[in-house]
């Protein structure tokens, strides 16, 4: 059974950073693409950002382009979104998603498997 546990949320105030890990166990870290997403209090929930199985090619939403960095260390079969000028409106909990052997991409149905996610508050 594959298991994502992310680690980092906390709070910060705007125009500060951030760093979330998942980290991923069961199975071949290297065969999943992998995906960020989050979900803000009565909102549905939003990709936003993946990287292929390899780590050569990454893809944002327009809301973080610019601001975050996702990256993967397969050698320590972890996934790690770098949220950096951080906005109130970032605020949501943040949960990582594994997509096996798939290209992952930007729709939450690709994913079979997910995090308990992680909270991230931003302040004004």
């Known amino acids: 059974q594959v298991q994502l546990v992310e680690s980092g949320g906390g709070l910060v105030q705007a125009g500060g950073s951030l760093k979330l890990s998942c980290a991923v166990s069961g199975r071949t870290f290297s065969l999943y693409a992998m995906g960020w997403f989050r979900q803000a209090p009565g909102k549905e929930r939003e990709f936003v950002a993946d990287i292929n199985r390899s780590g050569t090619s990454t893809y944002y939403s327009d809301s973080v382009k610019g601001r975050f960095t996702i990256s993967r260390d397969n050698a320590k079969n972890t996934v790690y979104v770098q949220m950096n000028s951080l906005k109130p409106e970032d605020t949501a909990v943040y949960y990582c998603?594994?997509?096996?052997?798939?290209?992952?991409?930007?729709?939450?149905?690709?994913?079979?498997?997910w995090g308990q996610g992680t909270q991230v508050t931003v302040s004004s």
């Open positions: 998603a594994a997509d096996f052997l798939g290209a992952g991409g930007s729709s939450s149905q690709q994913y079979k498997y």
